[in-house]
């Protein structure tokens, strides 16, 4: 008889809750968990192809270790003694910086990919350290860290009690959110417009988001800072400015005003395409609402201003009062949080504390552009890196130029790899390390309740048994900093009963934690939990906000443990958002921070933007309701449809250029060009064309059945790496100039 099990769904950051069907030793088929505090039954067509993702007859079964240039299926115990051969000799020879580390986007879908990694980092000592944040989200990072003084202190819209909100390059019903954890985002957004609130969409193309707005502006690609520059203009020439509560926590306001007094809506008008008198209008109602919140994602961020971007996000925010109240942009408070300090001054955030050895980028939040990693591999010299660490990083397909990137990797001394698919990355890898499929792996979302617009905790335990010949990803990576860090062999339960003592060690002598003065090892024997990952987290719930403080906090108004947890398997809410000024403030002043040198430094360059004469034609991605990047692809039920690779290209500029719908293109750009079908719509404003992201599964030596058969093209390689936002590293993937040639001897594609 068939059984149900629960599961936090881990394929995009809505984090929904599942209710699975297990059959025997497979599970069968997934549908929304009715009863989940967080989602109340949600479900997208990805998550609704769990149970397929899951039996995926492509994912790798055991370890493969390469021999005689072949990779062949080894024990566990063989590819860790190859691990070991292979990283700790070079890192003797070379140093530490010789290793680089890749972390791909997975890695905070996973509960080991939460809480291994940085110990991995710290054992290993590199400073070549590369994430998908850099072709992502790092502007965000940077600006709040400049803003708050810490990176992670990322306000997200209120979405369920706002009453009006600005949208800028994102778009959730296809995306699900982003550094904004929302279940059913479609639906708030409904909710929102039902009650009389108002939704503005700023995109150039009008995706499904786009179609529900009241308003949606098709500015041009890659103008957004000018245009919320435009808006924080006219708030302070209309006098609109309203900080209410935060009068006394920020500093900096006059230093605004004097920055952006050129940014006029007439001086931007002709660069966003935007017309002076929409951009007053929008600056009026953003100010007028009784609340409000601005939100940007990835359209905003992977531009050549995207930290300038994200920071005017939040200077609007600051300066209409909506930052840190209720119906604007609130912290959230999750329940793994570190324990609240005392509000005050903090060590503020820095950038450019060292730089990449080739190009000398500066690093942001301890990370160095993934743009530079080809450079770094095959430029030769003392530090050049000869051996990388991958896990769950694809950047062959989502970094620039990844044909130079597949050539320096396959130059590496040494690669290993987590990833359960031998795709276009872990192919040259002398040794991948595959994790289990989700449904025999625990989940907590560490990083996205970080982010999430309602506060609440969930846990949920593998639904299946751990299948003969799996290892558990937080052994695999708890191994992996065991062979690195020169202790191969050793118990690998170590690595967690290390963290646990380092973390009470710590805690026990911090005046403000419940746990000040008390004995670490008898703490240590109150955790509980069937595995060293679970008294892991025990010890962060108790730690954290909402703890029990092993004891120390009484019976407190919540007492989270993780015994509490287990019993509500649906999990815990914790209440809407609230506010949190000043306690979040780390910046060396204690208060916010509006003008940071970094910005003001920065500016200049978007002045410029101004007499800037703009492309005839620019290239912007896309993202589809059932694919996350390069994910997926490999799921039949999730291709075709809308989920395919086509360029989408404006009537007038197909006309102009000779396409027909159905045909195919040459796209020339400056890293290179690419080959593509056609699909003529007016979903794009003119001057733009849209190409989606994560394809290009046509590279040899993978093992990508279902995606191999409709391969797409690889965007990125559009691209030679050397575009970047300077603040935060991160590649410009939308608004880059590109041309289209028609191709009339290829046989035409099928579009809808």
């Known amino acids: ?119 991995l980092l710290g054992s290993l000592g590199t400073r070549n350290v590369f994430t998908a944040s850099t072709v992502d989200q790092m502007p965000k990072h940077v600006s709040s860290g400049l803003l708050f003084g810490d990176a992670f202190a990322i306000p997200v819209p209120d979405l369920d009690r706002t009453d009006h909100l600005l949208l800028l390059g994102a778009n959730p019903l296809d995306s699900n959110g982003s550094l904004c954890t929302a279940p059913d985002f479609p639906g708030k957004l409904k909710a929102l417009r039902a009650r009389g609130g108002t939704l503005t969409v700023v995109d150039p193309r009008r995706t499904r988001t786009a179609k529900l707005a009241d308003r949606h ?144 980028h500066p690093e942001a939040k301890g990370e160095l552009p993934i743009a530079a990693l080809a450079e770094e591999i095959d430029t030769p010299g003392d530090e050049a890196i000869r051996a990388v660490v991958a896990v769950a990083a694809n950047p062959v ?77 937080t052994e695999i990576l708890a191994r992996l900093v065991l062979a690195g860090s020169g202790m191969h062999g050793a118990d690998p339960a170590a690595v967690d009963t290390m963290v646990i003592d380092r973390t009470l060690g710590k805690a026990v002598t911090e005046p403000h934690s419940a746990v000040y003065g008390r004995d670490p090892k008898e703490l240590a024997a109150l955790l509980t939990g069937d595995s060293g990952p679970e008294r892991r987290l025990d010890l962060m719930l108790r730690l954290g906000p909402y703890g029990d403080g092993f004891g120390g906090r009484g019976d407190g108004a919540v007492g989270l443990t993780l015994d509490r947890l287990l019993d509500r398997p649906h999990g815990i809410d914790l209440g809407p958002l609230q506010s949190r000024l000043p306690q979040v403030l780390k910046t060396r002043s204690g208060r916010v921070e509006l003008f940071p040198a970094p910005i003001a430094d920065d500016l200049p360059r978007l002045t410029d933007a101004l007499r800037a004469t703009p492309d005839e034609l620019v290239l912007v991605g896309r993202r589809h309701l059932r694919s996350n990047n390069s994910w997926m692809h490999n799921v039949r039920t999730l291709t075709g449809g809308s989920n395919r690779c086509t360029l989408h290209v404006h009537p007038e500029d197909a006309a102009r250029a000779g396409l027909e719908n159905g045909g195919h293109a040459r796209v020339q750009a400056a890293g290179g060009s690419l080959v593509v079908p056609v699909e003529v719509t007016d979903a794009v404003r003119p001057g733009v064309v849209s190409l989606p992201h994560g394809w290009g599964h046509d590279r040899p030596g993978t093992r990508l059945a279902v995606a191999a058969e409709n391969p797409g093209a690889n965007v990125n390689q559009l691209l030679d790496g050397t575009l970047l936002d300077p603040l935060s590293g991160t590649a410009v993937l939308n608004g880059f100039p590109v041309s289209l040639t028609a191709l009339t001897d290829l046989a035409p594609t099928a579009t809808r």
């Not at 209008?281 to 953003?286: C, I, P, V, W």
């Not at 449904?439 to 996205?448: G, I, K, M, V, W």
């Open 1 to 119: 008889m068939p059984s149900t099990a629960l599961r936090i769904c881990p394929l995009c950051e809505a984090t929904c809750g599942l209710t699975l069907t297990v059959e025997g030793s497979r599970v069968t088929g997934a549908r929304g968990d009715r009863d989940d505090v967080f989602s109340r039954g949600f479900i997208c067509p990805k998550g609704a192809s769990f149970a397929e993702a899951d039996a995926d007859p492509d994912r790798l079964k055991g370890p493969l270790v390469r021999k005689d240039g072949v990779l062949r299926e080894a024990t566990w115990d063989e590819a860790f003694d190859a691990v070991a051969a292979g990283l700790r000799p070079l890192i003797e020879r070379y140093g530490a910086q010789a290793v680089g580390v890749v972390l791909g986007n997975p890695n905070v879908h996973t509960m080991a990919g939460g809480l291994y990694p940085p110990v």
């Open 217 to 360: 502006l098709a500015i041009r690609p890659g103008t957004d800072a000018l245009l919320l520059a435009a808006m924080t203009h006219v708030l302070f020439e209309e006098k609109l400015t309203d900080l209410g509560a935060l009068e006394e926590q920020v500093e900096g306001v006059e230093d605004v005003r004097e920055a952006v007094r050129h940014f006029t809506p007439d001086a931007v008008a002709a660069a966003c395409d935007v017309p002076a008198d929409t951009i007053r209008a929008l600056a009026r109602d953003l100010a007028a609402a009784p609340t409000a919140a601005v939100y940007a994602r990835v359209g905003a961020s992977t531009v050549a201003y995207g930290t300038l971007t994200n920071w005017l996000v939040d200077v609007l925010n600051v300066l209409t009062g909506n930052l840190d109240r209720p119906g604007g942009a609130l912290f959230p408070l999750s329940a793994t949080d570190r324990e609240p300090r005392p509000a005050g001054p903090g060590k503020g955030f820095a950038l450019g504390r060292w730089h990449s050895r080739v190009s000398r």
């Open 397 to 473: 397909l989502s970094a620039p130029d990844g044909d130079r990137l597949d050539k320096a990797l396959a130059s590496l001394d040494f690669m290993v790899s987590v990833d359960p698919y031998l795709n276009e990355t872990s192919c040259h890898a002398h040794v991948i390390l595959p994790p289990p499929p989700p449904s025999q792996s625990p989940h907590f979302d560490f990083a996205f309740n970080g982010f999430a617009v309602r506060n609440q905790v969930r846990y949920t335990r593998a639904a299946l048994p751990l299948a003969d010949g799996r290892m558990p990803e």
